[in-house]
């Protein structure tokens, strides 16, 4: 069942009279993790719900009880944010193709916003003496998705963009931005990775709609919404598999003549 959380975005780091103007419906399908949020005034209302491979057949539904529950129809939206990468292929597939059909459908503009932003903002939240988050999660393939960022009166500065690297190169990345809190299930993935980094830790920590729609709130401010056909995933790893052409070409060398 989904969980309902409503809170107080003047609780929040970034709270101000700009990032709480608009309404905004925000959905994130990155992890197994399936969530909405919506904001509006001073509050967000989240709904989250541990899905496994079926996003696609929650998210619309979730969406759904929203916007029952906050009595609003997405007409009443302002734009569309969706988590945009890097994470679950799939899932950032369905994010976006979703809110482009949703901003399509009610004439609204989307609002693309990073997996990794929205970590380090939840992890800022988290523990908010942190001033400088490296992000990292796991990316599978013995490597993790990393960006850094740093976070002074409720802005968000991208120092470092959204890459791969080996639990080795965390390590050398840790050291060179040195940075307060290192947050993202990277920590968990990679073994003693946590033990041999000597920083603060946020592994628990995760981004999710309700920091994906503060991110989009200031975005929105600063004139940042585009149109829903402009809208794409970030998926930094290109390709994780073969087709079925590779496959076969791979499979035939291997074999041998004969």
């Known amino acids: ?39 509006r005034a001073d509050s967000i209302t989240e709904l989250a719900e ?63 916003i990073g997996n990794l932003a929205a970590l380090a903002w939840a992890a800022n939240a988290a523990a908010p003496g942190s001033r400088r988050i490296l992000a990292a999660i796991d990316a599978r393939m013995q490597e993790a998705y990393w960006a850094v960022y740093s976070i002074e009166r409720g802005v968000l500065t991208e120092l470092a963009a959204p890459a791969l690297a080996s639990a080795d190169e965390l390590l050398d990345i840790a050291n060179r931005f040195e940075p307060d809190l290192v947050a993202g299930n990277a920590l968990r993935v990679f073994p003693g990775l946590a033990d041999r980094l000597g920083r603060a830790q946020a592994a628990d920590v995760s981004a999710s709609a309700r920091s994906i729609a503060i991110l989009a709130a200031d975005r929105f401010a600063e004139g940042g919404a585009m149109p829903a056909a402009l809208a794409v995933p970030v998926y930094v790893r290109d390709r994780v598999a073969l087709t079925i052409d590779e496959r076969r070409t791979a499979a035939a060398a291997a074999a041998g003549p004969g």
């Open 50 to 112: 541990a899905v496994g491979q079926k996003h696609s057949e929650r998210i619309l539904p979730m969406v759904n009880a929203l916007l029952q529950e906050t009595g609003l129809q997405l007409g009443d939206c302002d734009a569309i944010a969706f988590g945009s990468g890097p994470g679950a292929f799939t899932g950032l597939r369905i994010a976006c193709g979703i809110a482009q059909g949703l901003a399509f459908g009610a004439g609204k503009p989307v609002l693309a």
């Open 1 to 39: 069942m989904p969980q309902l959380l409503i809170v107080s975005l003047r609780a929040g780091p970034g709270a101000t009279a700009a990032a709480v103007s608009p309404t905004l419906l925000a959905i994130d399908t990155a992890t197994d993790v399936c969530s909405v949020a919506l904001a």
